[in-house]
């Protein structure tokens, strides 16, 4: 040994062991992290250490400075002894000792970095082989045993060298008992650990089989409860941490690592395949275990949870469900001591409709609610729409209940009330999770945190109906004679749309099912219309948007990609819409209508007036698909050129030209008759009355005959033909003139020809107006022809009354009048009485819910909404901009109005038959609609405040009440009576 030799063994003996004793690690982690090692966890100031408090990064730059004190010893030993490997081996032995004696680590990261530079192939086989075992076995301390082993046996059969042989087997012994003596990293929990570093450790710690709950599923491996819980947690919400064990998965690993316990006892719990999906819930079928307090215990509970997925009562519940033989997961959870637990639906499931939360609770554990030996307390909580954030929002919103809201409690018991709106809350916040699937949930609370322990979709709650934009299409109870031809109309052109994006995607959506009726009042199944949008790839708020001008976000753009051929397909048909309409009106619209105008009813036998009904059916068929595309093509033409609607004319719609025609009429009746003779009118009847008695009024009595002849194909609902035209009944024309010629409106502002980007949006516009025109029309034929078909079965005294035909369906006037046998009338007029008297029932309803959930029909008795508090704003979508203040009349079915004064209107839905109290009033709320219906365009025509779409509107507030209307945010402010005593309505000045 050469004197250098001398000097390179001194400084490998001195300076290996004070490498391997500087902290680096330590020092890194807190810098990068702010955790001191050795005041945290086991003290040890190691990678794995620094992986479990510091994070990712910090665990990185661990390595990177112990593969650099490992790589630099052996360099060292190398430089002065490049002949003598085994001092590369003795660095690396005084390396380990150093961190093991000053720095509290094992060296391992130091050793596995030192034996690759020294010889990478004996590292690389070694890596190989203890890699593969520990794969195969799951045991990281087999794993480590077996790679202390390899390395001295790999590298006596590649050097055959005793001294560095022996030197190897001095290292890995070192390091093994090491291990001995610090306590290991890896068995600190996981959960307390950063969450970026848990994948590694769970994969280190050999429990990779274990599927940790905090982190979204697949319900195909690990069953629908597992996989909600799993992304429950992950989203944020209280569940309680636990695995879950695939089906038929050895519990060896979870048996390994569980220390049930009296005072941390553990749950299990299970989650088959078909359990908790949409359609089938298989409560209570399989079975589960609580008060876990022992390995024993524990085992034997997961082999039993396992095996009751093959008890009989399991095997007849699937045989009764047509459900696949799929198998059962279990789920291993910390056990929660409830002080106060229970269950809640986030929505009725009796009522079926409303927004009461039903809670049942006990003092105690939640299987006593759920076990059904106890009575529980039960509460209804009323959560309003406002209370919990919008979808679009919902993901980044708190669950916990804010100070600042107090919710409505309904019963009484010993659960405190806060803890009861907390629950009612996290369920209703749920719901809005799932897009408004209603939940069932199990909680229970600790005395200091309320816990989600399970939260599954209510099945008999399935599908969701919504009523608003129903009511838009169909206002009002509706008649069986309009429901059977008004139904297969909407849903075959909205089937013919979706069909023509989805393209074969569209197989198996039943889209007859997209409309219903609850209690004689329309829905449409936001079900499956949910279903329909997820599979083209927009989000959920689009129905909205495309019906009503709601705000819409823009979907990703993968699933536009995809849907692109589709799309295309259907802007297409948005590009040639104009030209087919012009080409079909020309070829069959207008001819048609004419031949219709030119034929009397009364010349027609049965027979015969069916074939014109069945034509103009053939025709509505058509005109239908324009009257849906068309407003959709104007909807998104407006909102992608952003294009305001004061810079529209909606003169092609005739309503508003039949509106601005009344206009004139009343300005020619101000400048005809004096003073005295206006003063007289205050309705229709003394309009009426001093027009016959005026010299001049002869003329004026001609421009409203004419006026009629002109427009009286309109009626107050245009899409219900059940309902008279203002040709049978000019009543409502009358009435509205008067108030015109009574109460003069603004005058109305001149709108330029619209140029650019606003002549696109105008030419959808005016085909709008056509289309409806000739919609309306071909609708006032299709009631004329039916009437003239009752008149003749009245006269032959089949039916007692003429309007008792719209109790039929179009089926059975067809079987009446081509029928083989001979219709059984007194059979029918029985059926016709009964219907009668269920369409009075129905619409009486003090209120119609906007959501029905499940296929039957809501219960009748429902609670009544309480009224808003003083001070509450309601949200809507802003409509016509202003901003008023003054007292509100609810009005939930069309009535003369006796007050005198001014008033803001709250109504239910707007038609045309609401024009004359439009016309009276200062603002307008209603329950349904959007910036493109009817009442939004008339509100804008009066040049009133409006908001639309605010949920229960005639319900939360009532008649005298005051309020602060902003038409331009959507908001409805209640405002303190007390400050407003005058009875004049007042204009805000904000």
């Known amino acids: 040994m050469t004197l250098t030799q001398v000097w390179g063994a001194f400084l490998i003996f001195v300076l290996s062991p004070i490498v391997g004793g500087l902290p680096l690690t330590g020092w890194s982690t807190w810098l990068l992290s702010g955790q001191r090692l050795r005041r945290v966890g086991t003290g040890n100031v190691g990678v794995s250490a620094a992986f479990y408090h510091g994070g990712k990064l910090a665990g990185v730059v661990a390595v990177l400075l112990e593969a650099a004190k490992g790589i630099g010893v052996v360099l060292l030993a190398r430089y002065y002894f490049p002949t003598e490997p085994v001092w590369e081996i003795i660095a690396l032995i005084g390396l380990v000792m150093g961190r093991y004696w000053f720095a509290k680590g094992a060296g391992t990261t130091n050793v596995v970095w030192g034996v690759a530079v020294y010889d990478w192939v004996t590292a690389l086989l070694t890596f190989m082989l203890s890699g593969l075992g520990f794969t195969i076995f799951r045991e990281r301390r087999q794993g480590r045993l077996l790679s202390l082993v390899l390395l001295p046996l790999i590298t006596a059969l590649r050097h055959q060298d005793g001294a560095l042989v ?22 600190l929990p996981e959960e307390e650990g950063r ?25 195909a491996k690990f069953g629908q409860k597992a996989a909600t819980l799993g992304q429950l947690r ?23 690592i569980a220390e049930p316990s009296p005072t941390q006892p553990l749950a299990v719990r299970s989650s088959a395949l078909d359990e908790d999906m949409g359609t089938a819930s298989a409560a209570g079928v399989y079975q589960s275990f609580l008060n876990i307090t ?20 399991a095997k007849e519940y699937r045989q009764s469900q047509e459900l696949p033989e799929q198998g059962l997961a279990v789920i291993v959870q910390q056990q929660v001591r409830g002080q106060f637990s229970g269950v809640a639906f986030s929505r009725d499931p009796i009522a079926r409709c409303g927004d009461a939360v039903i809670i049942e609770a006990l003092p105690g554990g939640a299987d006593q609610v759920v076990g059904g030996q106890v009575t529980p307390e039960q509460y209804r909580v009323l959560v309003q729409p406002d209370d919990v954030p919008p979808l679009a929002e919902i993901a980044e919103a708190d669950w916990h209940l804010s100070d600042a809201l107090t919710l409505t409690v309904e019963g009484e018991g010993q659960t405190p009330s806060r803890l009861l709106q907390q629950v009612a809350y996290l369920a209703r916040h749920l719901e809005s999770r799932y897009q408004g699937v209603p939940q069932d949930i199990e909680w229970t609370y600790d005395g200091e945190t309320l816990w989600l322990l399970q939260s599954r979709p209510v099945t008999t709650l399935h599908p969701l109906w919504t009523r608003k934009i129903a009511a838009e299409v169909i206002p009002g109870a509706i008649r069986p004679l309009t429901w059977s031809i008004n139904r297969p109309l909407t849903c075959g052109v909205w089937g013919e749309i979706f069909t023509v994006v989805l393209g074969d995607r569209a197989q198996g959506l039943d889209f007859e099912a997209t409309a219903t009726l609850h209690h004689a009042h329309a829905y449409f199944n936001a079900t499956l219309l949910g279903n329909i949008f997820r599979r083209m790839g927009l989000p959920p708020e689009s129905l909205e948007f495309l019906t009503r001008g709601a705000k819409f976000s823009r979907p990703p753009l993968k699933s536009t990609l995809r849907n692109l051929p589709g799309l295309l397909r259907l802007v297409g048909r948005e590009l040639k819409l104009e030209q087919e309409f012009a080409q079909e009106n020309r070829d069959r619209f207008a001819p048609t209508l004419q031949s219709l105008a030119d034929t009397p009813t009364n010349t ?62 009343a300005h020619d009746i101000r400048q005809t008759l004096s003073t005295p003779e206006l003063n007289r009118i205050t309705d229709s009847s003394s309009l009426m009355t001093a027009l016959a008695e005026s010299t001049d009024g002869e003329s004026l009595l001609k421009e409203m005959d004419q006026f009629v002849d002109q427009y009286g ?26 108030q015109f010629v009574k109460q003069p409106p603004a005058p109305k502002t001149t709108t330029s020809s619209p140029t650019g980007k606003a002549a696109l949006v105008q030419q959808r516009l005016d085909l709008k107006g056509q289309v409806n025109t000739i919609y309306n029309r071909l609708l006032a034929e299709l009631r004329w022809s039916i009437l003239a078909l009752a008149t003749q079965w009245q006269e032959q005294r089949h039916l007692q009354e003429r309007d008792d035909i719209f109790f039929l369906t179009l089926e059975e006037i067809q079987a009446r ?8 009338w007194t059979r029918m007029r029985g059926k016709i009485g009964d219907r009668k008297a269920q369409y009075d029932q129905d619409r009486q309803l003090p209120a119609v819910p906007y959501l029905v959930f499940g296929n039957e029909p809501p219960s009748r008795d429902l609670s009544p909404m309480p009224s808003a508090t003083v001070q509450q704003k309601l949200s809507g979508i802003g409509a016509s901009a202003g901003i008023v203040a003054g007292p509100v009349l609810v009005m939930t079915q069309l009535e003369t109005v006796a007050t005198e004064g001014p008033f803001i209107l709250v109504v239910p839905y707007t038609d045309a038959g609401w024009a004359p109290l439009l016309a009276r009033a200062q603002g307008l709320i209603a329950e349904v609609g959007g910036r493109l219906s009817h ?17 229960n509107a005639t319900q939360r507030l009532h008649s005298g009440q005051w309020v602060r209307l902003n038409g331009e945010t959507g908001t409805v402010e209640v405002l303190d009576p007390a400050a407003h005593q005058p009875p004049a309505l007042e204009a805000s000045q904000d």
Not at 195 to 219: H, I
Not at 297 to 311: E, Q
Not at 637 to 655: D, G, H, I, T, Y
Request: hydrophobic letters at 45%; a negative charge.
């Open 166 to 187: 022996l030197a190897m087997t001095c290292l890995s012994v070192l390091i093994g008992w090491i291990y001995q003596k610090l306590p290991d990293d890896l068995d």
């Open 195 to 219: 969450l970026e570093s848990r994948t590694m450790f769970r994969f280190f710690r050999g429990d990779r089989s274990l599927v940790a709950l905090d982190q979204p599923l697949d319900a």
């Open 234 to 256: 992950a989203w944020g919400y209280p569940v309680p941490r636990g695995y879950v064990l695939p089906a038929g998965d050895d519990p060896t690993a979870l048996l390994a």
């Open 294 to 313: 022992d390995q024993e215990g524990l085992a034997a509970a997961i082999v039993r949870v396992f095996s009751s997925y093959n008890a009989p009562r």
């Open 604 to 665: 027609l036998n049965p027979a015969e007036l069916l074939d014109r009904i069945e034509t103009i059916l053939d025709l509505l068929k058509r005109v239908t698909y324009y009257n849906i595309l068309g407003p959709l093509s104007f909807a998104l033409r407006r909102a992608l050129f952003k294009v305001p609607e004061e810079s529209l004319n909606p003169m092609q719609n005739a309503e508003i030209a039949a509106l601005d025609s009344l206009r004139a009429i």
């Open 713 to 738: 194909y309109l009626s107050p609902v245009g899409t219900d033909i059940a309902v008279a035209t203002w040709q049978e009944n000019p009543g409502p024309v009358r009435e509205l003139l008067a």
């Open 817 to 824: 009048v081509r029928g083989n046998v001979a219709p059984n």
């Open 935 to 951: 009442g939004a365009i008339i509100a804008r025509e009066y040049g009133i405040p409006a908001v639309m779409d605010v949920t």
